[in-house]
C-alpha cells in the first residue's frame, strides 16, 4: 500500500482527527479509499468534511471489528461522497406510498424579535404546549400568533421563559458569542468525545460466531436503544445494518413520529415499557441481563433518576458497553437542557456563518451535526467492542452534538474529495451525483418506501438493511 503525501493528508485530516478521537491505530485510516463527485453539501462551513470523515471512521471502525472477530486481514473500507451526501439528508428523500414527510413543525422556527432572532423547536405535542404556554397563548394559536408575541420580547428573555416552561428555544448568536458564553466555554474544554472504563475486572467477552456473508461485524450481539430524532437512532440504525439485534424502547406516554422511525428504524425492531411500572421495569432489567450494548439519547440526568445512568447500568450488567449523546454535553450551565440539531446550530454561531443574503439566519444544507454525530457514536461502540474483546470491562463514550459542532467550527477546514493513490483508489465511483443510485424502494408494514442506502461500505460488507422499519411500538420487548 502506498503512503499517503502531505496534499492528501490535508484531504483526509478530519478522518485523522476523529479516529484519534476513537483511540484508533492511525495506520489503518491510511488504507481508507475515497471517490466520488465534488462540490456535495456546499456550505460556508467544511459540512462535506465532516460528513466524509464521520462516514469513514464508522466504516473503519465496522471493518476493524470484523477483522477482529474473523481473525483476517482488514476488509477494504471506500467511502463515496455521493452516497455519504445523501445519506445525510436521508430524511428529505424519504417516501411513504409517495408522500414527503414534513420534516418541521409550523411553531418550528425562526422569529424575529425585538433584539435579534430566536430558533424555536415544537415538532412534539408536548414540546408545542409549552412553547404556547410560554409565551401565553392558547393551544388554538398559529403561526400568525407566535410571530406577534415574540416580536416585542428580547431573545434571552424568551430563551429562558420557553426553557423554565419546559419548552425549547434558543436565541441566535454569533460564533464569538457562543465561545463568550458559559455553555461555549464548557464545550471547548472537551474532546470531540470521551471515551472512558466502567468498570474493570471483567474478563473479555467472547463475541457470538459469525459466518456467512455479507460479513456482518456486529452480528449476534444485542443493543438496547434508548435514543430518538435522529443523532441516536442514525447510530443504531447503523448497528442494526453491521448485523446487531437492535431494540429501541420509549415510553408509552411520549409521542414518537412514525415517519421519523420510517427513516431511522431500519433492522430494528421497536417496544414501548413503562419503566415506572412493576412489570415494565421487570421487562426492561430481563432485557439488560442479555444486552451487549445501551445506547441512550436524553438529557444528561434524565435517565438517572430510573436507575439508568451509565455506572448503574454496568454494575447490573458487568461487561456493558454504554453509549450516549446530548446536545449541550453533559457538563456546564446547558448540560441539563434539551437540544435539537437545528437549536445547537442557532446557538454556537452555525446560523450565522451561513446567513442568508439578506442577513437572515441561515442553516446547514443537512441536519449534519445530528447525522455526523450518529456515525461517530456507531464508530464508539464498534471500536469498543474490538477494545473490549481484547481488554475486557465496561466502556463509556460520550458524545453531544455541540462537541460536534466546535469540531466543525474549529477543527475541520475544506477537504476537495480526497485523491487516493492508484493501488487503494475505487475506479467504480461515478464523478457525477446522481442521487437515484443511492436510492431503494421496499414495502414495509406502513406502506411503500423510498430510502437512502446506507454509507458505510467495506469489502465483504452489506449494502442494506434486512428489514424495514416498522410501526413504532408494536414490537414485544424480547430479544430475537
Not at 153 to 169: D, F, K
Not at 172 to 196: C, D, F, K, N, Y
Not at 440 to 469: C, I, K, M, Q
Request: aromatic share 4%; net charge negative.
Amino acid at each position: 500500500m502506498m503512503r499517503r503525501d502531505d496534499t492528501e493528508r490535508r484531504q483526509t485530516a478530519g478522518t485523522d482527527q476523529a479516529w484519534a478521537a476513537l483511540g484508533g491505530d492511525p495506520a489503518l485510516a491510511e488504507q481508507i479509499s475515497y471517490g466520488g463527485p465534488p462540490g456535495l453539501l456546499a456550505a460556508r462551513l467544511p459540512v462535506m468534511a465532516l460528513a466524509r470523515s464521520t462516514v469513514a471512521v464508522c466504516a473503519l471502525a465496522a471493518a476493524e471489528l470484523a477483522a477482529q472477530r474473523d481473525g483476517g486481514p482488514l476488509p477494504a473500507v471506500r467511502v463515496d461522497d455521493a452516497a455519504v451526501a445523501t445519506a445525510f439528508v436521508s430524511e428529505r428523500h424519504l417516501r411513504i406510498d409517495g408522500r414527503a414527510p414534513s420534516s418541521f413543525a409550523p411553531l418550528s422556527g425562526f422569529w424575529r424579535t425585538a433584539d435579534g432572532w430566536l430558533r424555536t423547536h415544537a415538532n412534539y405535542p408536548h414540546h408545542r404546549a409549552r412553547l404556547l404556554g410560554a409565551l401565553g397563548l392558547p393551544d388554538t394559536a398559529g403561526p400568525a400568533d407566535a410571530e406577534a408575541a415574540i416580536a416585542g420580547r428580547g431573545s434571552e428573555e424568551l430563551q429562558e421563559a420557553v426553557y423554565a416552561a419546559g419548552g425549547l428555544a434558543v436565541a441566535a448568536r454569533a460564533p464569538e458569542q457562543w465561545s463568550a458564553h458559559a455553555q461555549g466555554a464548557t464545550v471547548a474544554r472537551h474532546p470531540l468525545l470521551t471515551r472512558e472504563d466502567l468498570g474493570a475486572g471483567t474478563a473479555p467477552r467472547p463475541l457470538p460466531a459469525r459466518a456467512g456473508d455479507p460479513v456482518l461485524p456486529a452480528a449476534g450481539l444485542r443493543v438496547l436503544d434508548l435514543t430518538r430524532v435522529i443523532a441516536g437512532p442514525v447510530a443504531t440504525r447503523t448497528l442494526a445494518l453491521l448485523g446487531a439485534d437492535v431494540l429501541r424502547v420509549d415510553a408509552p406516554q411520549l409521542p414518537e413520529s412514525q415517519d421519523a422511525h420510517s427513516d431511522t428504524g431500519f433492522g430494528k425492531r421497536s417496544t414501548t415499557l413503562d419503566l415506572g411500572s412493576r412489570s415494565g421495569r421487570a421487562s426492561f432489567e430481563a432485557l439488560l441481563a442479555e444486552a451487549d450494548v445501551v445506547v441512550t439519547g436524553y438529557r444528561p440526568g434524565a435517565l438517572d433518576r430510573l436507575g439508568l445512568a451509565p455506572e448503574a447500568l454496568a454494575e447490573r450488567r458487568p461487561g456493558l458497553i454504554v453509549a450516549r449523546l446530548s446536545a449541550w454535553g453533559d457538563d456546564g450551565p446547558w448540560g441539563a437542557r434539551r437540544g435539537f440539531d437545528s437549536l445547537v446550530q442557532v446557538a454556537t454561531g452555525i446560523a450565522a456563518i451561513e446567513a442568508n443574503e439578506d442577513g437572515t439566519p441561515g442553516a446547514l444544507p443537512a441536519q449534519a451535526l445530528d447525522h455526523g454525530t450518529g456515525y461517530l457514536l456507531a464508530a464508539s461502540v464498534l471500536r469498543a467492542l474490538t477494545e473490549q474483546s481484547r481488554t475486557g470491562g465496561s466502556r463509556l463514550a460520550t458524545l453531544a452534538l455541540a462537541r460536534t459542532a466546535r469540531w466543525l467550527t474549529h477543527d475541520l477546514r475544506d477537504e476537495p474529495a480526497p485523491t487516493t493513490p492508484e493501488d487503494t483508489a475505487d475506479p467504480t465511483l461515478p464523478t457525477e451525483y446522481d442521487p437515484a443510485r443511492h436510492l431503494r424502494e421496499t414495502d414495509s408494514p406502513v406502506g411503500r418506501l423510498r430510502h437512502a442506502l446506507p454509507p458505510v461500505s467495506f469489502a465483504g460488507g452489506p449494502v442494506n438493511w434486512t428489514t424495514p422499519p416498522g410501526r413504532c411500538g408494536t414490537d414485544a420487548p424480547v430479544w430475537r
